[in-house]
């Protein structure tokens, strides 16, 4: 009798949710969520990324592994610095300069780099207070799974809620870490690390993942090139704790002047280990190589046009960014 009593709830309660449950509509439509990457509610920007590629197509790993951009295009404001492709099931971790923490309403947002409203590649995200233990946003996909949506396929940001990618580039899609406050060991005022990882959208039992509710996600697959997967751009920050260093700043790298005209300085407070600093234009092209063998090491900039660059810096396995601006 029990299961009868299930049964009947699922048909006259759960069913008619799930065929006409509305979340909210693409960007700059009545009633979306989604942050500009402009707008004056993001008061920060991921400073540090580390990525594991996915599969080019889960399916055939012949192809090999999503290979276009780099970490680096992962820090920073959105739209300035491209984009880092995660293939099929890739992840990227990202880390801030100040912890993140459970404020009013949305808490940061994620970008991505869809060219439509419509072509949506999505994305779990979860979140961690000590960089080991990562706790998931709950995401629904209501997207029918009867057929797959192809690789330019189309999808509806409504039937979509809690993965990043809904909406389209320049529009971070945002997240409310009270959802996730009566988890134990996640501490929401102090946020560290951030993952984000692709969702495979087949509908094959072999490769599919799922949502919260155990509903197959579809969105477009196979994306069989180089920029396989989510295209992840930023990760902007909405409501932080300024006064605390998170794990990605402890290092104690101070880059001066910034924005400069010649001579850059790096200075960093640990001393006795060698750093090895690398520099890219905003292309992701390699310009030099050193190493940061004292405290104080600096770059001339002089012989290199005005515009963005990104100085990579190697900390024993850690990886640390920042952006300098050539005026």
């Known amino acids: 009798m029990l299961n ?44 540090g990324c580390k990525i594991i590629r996915g599969w080019q ?11 276009a951009g780099d970490s680096s295009m992962a820090t920073g404001a959105a739209g300035t610095n ?19 923490i459970n404020g009013n309403s949305w808490d940061f947002a994620v970008f991505e780099n869809s060219f439509s409203d419509s072509f949506l590649e999505l994305a779990f995200v979860e ?15 209501l997207t029918d799974t009867n057929i797959q949506i192809a690789s330019f396929g189309e999808l509806d940001a409504t039937k979509i809620n809690n993965l990043a990618g809904k909406y389209r580039v320049f529009f971070g899609t945002p997240f409310d870490l009270q959802e996730l406050s009566e988890i134990p060991g996640l ?15 087949s509908i094959d039992k072999d490769y ?45 790298f101070i880059v001066y002047p910034n924005p400069v005209s010649d001579i850059v300085y790096i200075k960093s407070e640990n001393s006795g280990v060698h750093k090895y600093l690398s520099l890219y234009n905003c292309n992701g092209m390699l310009l ?40």
Do not use: M
Not at 11 to 40: M, R, W
Not at 57 to 67: F, M, P, Q, R, S
Not at 214 to 241: M, R, Y
């Open 187 to 201: 501490d929401v005022n102090n946020i560290t690390h951030i993952k984000i990882t692709d969702v495979v959208g």
């Open 208 to 252: 599919a993942t799922y949502d919260a509710f155990n509903h197959k996600i579809n969105d477009p697959w196979p994306t069989a090139f180089s920029s396989s997967g989510f295209d992840l751009d930023a990760v902007g920050v909405i409501n932080q704790n300024a006064s605390s260093v998170s794990e990605n700043s402890k290092n104690n």
């Open 127 to 141: 979140v961690s207070s000590d960089g080991v233990n990562f706790f998931r946003f709950p995401s629904t996909s």
């Open 57 to 67: 197509n889960i399916a055939d790993t012949t192809l090999g592994k999503a290979d």
């Open 4 to 47: 009868i009593y299930k049964s009947l709830f699922v048909v006259f309660f759960l069913f008619p949710l799930y065929c006409f449950a509305q979340f909210p509509p693409p960007a700059e439509q009545t009633g979306s969520t989604a942050i500009f990457k402009d707008s004056s509610v993001i008061v920060g920007w991921a400073t």
């Open 288 to 327: 030099l190589e050193s190493v940061l063998s004292n405290q104080l090491e600096c770059i001339d900039l002089s012989v290199f046009p005005a515009g963005l660059y990104i100085l990579k810096i190697k900390d024993s396995d850690d990886y640390i960014f920042r952006k300098i601006i050539k005026k």
């Open 82 to 100: 491209g984009i880092v492709s995660l293939g099929d099931g890739g992840s990227a971790i990202l880390t801030f300069d100040h912890p993140i």
